[in-house]
Each structure stands twice: as structure tokens, then as C-alpha cells.
């Protein structure tokens, strides 16, 4: 509370004879009578009193010069029947050391003020108790709508302005990540991986913040400890699940009934996917972390098989996967079949697993989807690199000599010529040439190669092993 806050409380009907510093906060009221009345003070009290002092023959400048000195904040004299005015050499002398000065009608007693001043300091106290209460019922409330680390996440980033987020198992949990971000470990049961995501270090929060940090902290650690323990059950459903539809020993409304159970939708679209990496045990953390709500994973031998919803394409989904779980540490392999109902899940199931095998020779890890299985071409990707190389190489290897000794384009105009159909107009157009000097260099690759462009088998193994050589 403050000097003008006082003065200007209605009830108090305080009249103000000298204006002093009005925004000076008021440590406390006190009423005192005595001579060399700072001895008693600490400063920022309101002194109030009557003019008993008067009495002792004690002057208004020495009573006020001695408040000054103890740096108080203000002084009110309070009229005592049966005078009627504030004596002017105590107006005088307030005025000379620049203490606000008032007077305090008869009827309002000096109790009355110091009970003002005690009830605002009381609800100035009780403020941040308040704040921490409100911060408390916030989350609760929230909480009673939609269970989930996101919903105590949202209402700490309402609180403090900026985003916050979860990080644990190697990955983002919930929330946006703030930029920059300051770690702070969550501590709780299996939560050893586990931390909160601030924007700014929480040394550095002011005290409100700071608060609501603390205060939401237990909330993100049990909501994580819980979404943790329900997923330890779903993945022992999940696993059964799985099961069922690889053999194909249950009737299709038992998987649906198993499925609508997970949360997910027994009439899809829902695709399989098959990931292989590094690391199955914690790949199948991350990739139920990843889905969410949108799938189920487990761990199946080395491999994570996966029901996910989806949403925007198979590819879509097969990318977000491998871009999510490929770091430095783990280069992943993931294979998605066709989205569809509960009946096509064990079909799904086995184009994501044909899918992840096609992709597992590819040194830099891939992904694949079930409408790339339809080409002849894929089974170049399921072969041995090396052999893939000495292969191509023993076909095309004087070619690749003779462009490096020449400075030729036979290759590329073998590339273009291919791509193109064998149409020679349109591959020469391409080419910026003359259409003499593309059957020329085609010429001279029969010649190289021993292989007839006229052939369809030997414009097939030609084909495949620019492929390959792309590939590798």
C-alpha cells in the first residue's frame, strides 16, 4: 500500500494539508506520543497522532524534524475535541521537512486507519498465495476436461507467455519446443529420461513464473507416469493383436473388438507398418510416443510393428515416421501397407514387413510404402550393393571407360535414350543433338557392350543397370 492509496480510501475521509512523495510505499501504521518519537521507527511508517507531546512542551519542529530524520513516510494529526484545527506550526514544519502531512477527522479513529492499512497489506500478502491457488485449479480444471501432458503444458504456457514443452525417450513428448530451450529434469517414477523444456533457465523466471513452474510439475510428471502405465497395458493388448492378425487365427469382430478397445477406429483407414533400426526396445518407446493417440507399437523380435491411423497418405505417414526416429544414433527402415478396415489388416501387415525388407539393404536407411512393391524394379533394392556394382560394372564398365577416356556422354545419352521410350526424335531433342549423332553414340554402346538396343531383354538389362548404378 502507498501514501495516496490511503489518502484516497473514502471512508477514511483523511484531508491532505501537505503533499508530500504520495507513491511512497507505507511499511506501517503507528501511533505514538513520545518525545524524539524516531528512536521507536525503522522509516515508511504513517505516524498518527493527537499532539500529546504538545503538553511536554515539545515543539511541532522538533516532533516532526525528529520523523523526518527517521525517515518516515507520512504524519496525520488527529483532532481531539475540544479542538477544531491542526496547529499551523505543525502544517509549518511538515511542510519545511516535506513530510505529508493530513488531518484525521474526529470521528474516525486512529484504529480505523491502521485496520485499513492492515487489510490492504493482508490481501497484498495473500496475493501470490492466491495466485498459486488459481495456478493450482487452473491445471485441475483443465485436467477434469482432457486428461494429458498437453493439457498441463497448455495451461503453464498460458501462464507464462511462451511456449514450453516435454523431451524424453530421445524425442519430444508434448508441447512446442521453446527457441532457445533450458532443460529442467522431471523427476518421478521411470522418469529418469524425462524433462521440461523452458524458455528461459528457471533461475531466471521472475517470482510468479517461477511458481507456476513448480506448481506444474508434479501434474506433467504424473500425467506422464500415467500415460507411461497406460501404455504398458496397451502394449500388452497391442501384442495380442498383433498376433492374431500375422496368424490370422481370429475372426475379424474379435480384432475389431481388440482394436476399438486401443482407442483406435475398427473401420480405418488404418495402415501396418514395420520399422526396423538399431535399436527395437527404444524404437518401440518412440514410435508409441511418436502416434500417440493415432497408433499402437510393440516390438516383435528385432522390428516394431505398428496400427496407425491415416491421416494425410501412407507415404505421408511412412515419411514422418523416418524423419521422427532417424538420428545419429539410429538409422531406421520403415515399410507401410495399405490403409483399410480391420479385414485387411493382416494383408497390410505383410506389404509393411515386405516393404521394410526392401529398404533394410539401403546403408542410409529408407522408407517404403505398399504401392512401391508393384515394381519389378524394387527388387534391385533387396540386393547386395556389391554384387549390385560388380554386376552393373561388368555390363556397362566399357562404357563408363570410354566416356572417362574420351570425355564422351554415352551413358547419359544411353540414360535419356532409355528414359525415353527408344524414341529417337523426342530422346535426341533432350539431348540438344542431332538425331545422326544420338544413333551414332547408341552405335558405339552396342559396340562397347555387345548388347542390341533392338532387343527388348537387352534394353531391360541395360535399363537395370543404369538403375542399379544410380542406386549405389
Not at 56 to 61: L, P, Q, R
Not at 111 to 129: C, D, G, H, S
Not at 334 to 348: F, Q
Request: aromatic fraction near 4%.
Amino acid at each position: 500500500m502507498q501514501v495516496g492509496d490511503l489518502l484516497s480510501t473514502a471512508e477514511l475521509a483523511l484531508q491532505v494539508r501537505v503533499r508530500g512523495d504520495l507513491d511512497r510505499p507505507i511499511r506501517w501504521v503507528h501511533t505514538i506520543e513520545v518525545r524524539a518519537p524516531g528512536r521507536f521507527l525503522r522509516g515508511g511508517e504513517v505516524v498518527l497522532t493527537a499532539g500529546v507531546w504538545r503538553s511536554a512542551e515539545i515543539s511541532a519542529e522538533a516532533f516532526l524534524s525528529d520523523l523526518a530524520d527517521a525517515d518516515v513516510a507520512a504524519v496525520g494529526f488527529g483532532i481531539v475535541p475540544p479542538e477544531t484545527a491542526v496547529p499551523e506550526d505543525f502544517i509549518d514544519a511538515a511542510r519545511a521537512h516535506g513530510l505529508t502531512c493530513f488531518v484525521v477527522p474526529v470521528d474516525v479513529a486512529f484504529l480505523q486507519i491502521v485496520e485499513t492499512f492492515v487489510n490492504a497489506k493482508r490481501a497484498e500478502w495473500e496475493r501470490p498465495l492466491r495466485r498459486h491457488l488459481a495456478q493450482h485449479d487452473a491445471i485441475v480444471a483443465a485436467l477434469r476436461v482432457r486428461r494429458g501432458v498437453d493439457t498441463v503444458l497448455g495451461t503453464l504456457s498460458g501462464q507464462l507467455g511462451q511456449p514450453v514443452a516435454v523431451r524424453g525417450g530421445g524425442g519430444l513428448l508434448a508441447g512446442e519446443e521453446p527457441e532457445p530451450s533450458h532443460p529442467l529434469p522431471l523427476v518421478g517414477e521411470g522418469l529418469a529420461d524425462a524433462e521440461l523444456l523452458l524458455p528461459r533457465p528457471l533461475q531466471e523466471l521472475d517470482v510468479e513464473q517461477h511458481a507456476a513452474v513448480v506448481q506444474a510439475m508434479p501434474f506433467i510428471a504424473l500425467e506422464i507416469e500415467r500415460a507411461r502405465a497406460v501404455r504398458a497395458t496397451e502394449v500388452r493388448y497391442a501384442w495380442e493383436l498383433f498376433e492374431w492378425v500375422h496368424s490370422g487365427a481370429v475372426e475379424t469382430d474379435t480384432v475389431r473388438t481388440r482394436l476399438h478397445s486401443l482407442g483406435l477406429p475398427p473401420d480405418g483407414p488404418l495402415a501396418a507398418v514395420v520399422l526396423r533400426g538399431s535399436h527395437p526396445e527404444a524404437d518401440s518407446v518412440r514410435l508409441g510416443d511418436f502416434l500417440a493417440t493415432d497408433g499402437v507399437a510393440v516390438r516383435r523380435g528385432e522390428e516394431v510393428v505398428a496400427f496407425a491411423r491415416v491421416r494425410d497418405g501412407e507415404a505421408a505417414l511412412a515419411r514422418r515416421i523416418h524423419d521422427a526416429l532417424t538420428d545419429s544414433d539410429d538409422v531406421v527402415h520403415v515399410g507401410v501397407g495399405k490403409p483399410g478396415a480391420a479385414a485387411e489388416l493382416r494383408v497390410s501387415l505383410l506389404q509393411a514387413e515386405h516393404a521394410a525388407e526392401a529398404t533394410s539393404s539401403r546403408s542410409g536407411g529408407g522408407w517404403m510404402t505398399h504401392d512401391q512393391l508393384s515394381s519389378p524394379a524394387l527388387l534391385l533394392s533387396v540386393q547386395d550393393p556389391d554384387m549390385l556394382m560388380a554386376t552393373s560394372t561388368a555390363l556397362l564398365g566399357p562404357v563408363l571407360d570410354h566416356d572417362e577416356r574420351r570425355s564422351s556422354d554415352l551413358l547419359p545419352s544411353l540414360a535419356v535414350f532409355l528414359d525415353s521410350g527408344g524414341r529417337w526424335q523426342e530422346a535426341a531433342r533432350r539431348l540438344h543433338v542431332h538425331i545422326n549423332t544420338l544413333r551414332h553414340r547408341m552405335s558405339r554402346v552396342e559396340e562397347l557392350t555387345g548388347r542390341s538396343l533392338s532387343r527388348t531383354a537387352d534394353r531391360v538389362d541395360l535399363y537395370l543397370a543404369l538403375r542399379a548404378l544410380r542406386q549405389t
